[in-house]
């Protein structure tokens, strides 16, 4: 399994259960999947981090950092109007890989404008310092119908992650 892809640990905390994964970046981002055919389309997981490392020590495979990203699903909730644009973003982002990596269709990747426009919201929601040139914050408002978009594509990302695991 040796190749040019760093490696990362990703947690991800659905239904209180924790869930560890590598992810790892490359032409093309996503976890390692299983390859066997009962398994296939399943994203390897581990339900510690030690037995995580055990694998990559077995399959000689290194961590670019030690640094653990936690998703938790279960604070992706969407019951005010005032979201929490980072948590939505990074869970949005990581579904992406997930979808990718277990061949499956994420409502996120569609390109439709509704869901582009979304997306765009959210990522100026995060208020990144190199977007702020003159230190405004951006609060985006959210219409009826652009919150119903947010609540499919995050239930789709849900259904996709049990799927995955």
Not at 18 to 36: A, E, M, P, V
Not at 40 to 63: D, E, G, V
Not at 88 to 96: A, K, Q, S, V
Not at 108 to 120: A, F, M, Q
Request: glycine share 4%.
């Amino acid at each position: 399994m040796k190749n040019n892809r760093d490696y990362f640990i990703v947690e991800f905390i659905l239904e209180n259960q924790s869930f560890y994964t590598i992810w790892y970046n490359d032409k093309l981002d996503g976890f390692l999947t299983f390859q066997n055919k009962s398994f296939r389309n399943k994203i390897m997981t581990f339900y510690n981090q030690n037995s995580l490392l055990q694998y990559l020590t077995r399959n000689q495979m290194k961590l670019a950092t030690h640094r653990v990203t936690v998703i938790n699903c279960d604070m992706v909730q969407l019951y005010k109007t005032n979201f929490d644009c980072n948590l939505l973003l990074d869970f949005w982002n990581i579904i992406t890989d997930v979808a990718c990596s277990i061949k499956v269709d994420f409502l996120g990747d569609h390109r439709e404008d509704s869901i582009t426009n979304i997306y765009n919201k959210l990522f100026y929601g995060c208020n990144l310092p190199a977007l702020r040139g003159n230190g405004e914050l951006y609060f985006p408002e959210w219409s009826v119908s652009e919150i119903a978009i947010l609540h499919e594509i995050v239930s789709n990302g849900l259904m996709i992650l049990q799927k995955a695991f």
